[in-house]
């Protein structure tokens, strides 16, 4: 895990204004797969710029109630 990227269960926001949650970093970690963060079965989307992903809350923070 990089602590500047995002990674696996962190909420963000991508550069379009959707929120998601990183369910996986493939291809030694230049893929982020990301589905939405809430509502809907919207299929899941790709980004390869991780800097095009704002962390929200890292992963722990958001699960709490």
Do not use: C, Y
């Amino acid at each position: 895990m990089n602590a500047g990227r995002p990674w696996v269960g962190d909420l963000v926001e991508d550069d379009q204004g959707r929120r998601a949650i990183v369910t996986d970093v493939k291809e030694a970690g230049t893929v982020w797969v990301l589905r939405p963060a809430a509502g809907g079965f919207t299929a899941h989307w790709l980004t390869t710029d991780p800097d095009s992903l704002e962390v929200i809350r890292r992963r722990g923070e958001h699960d709490a109630p």
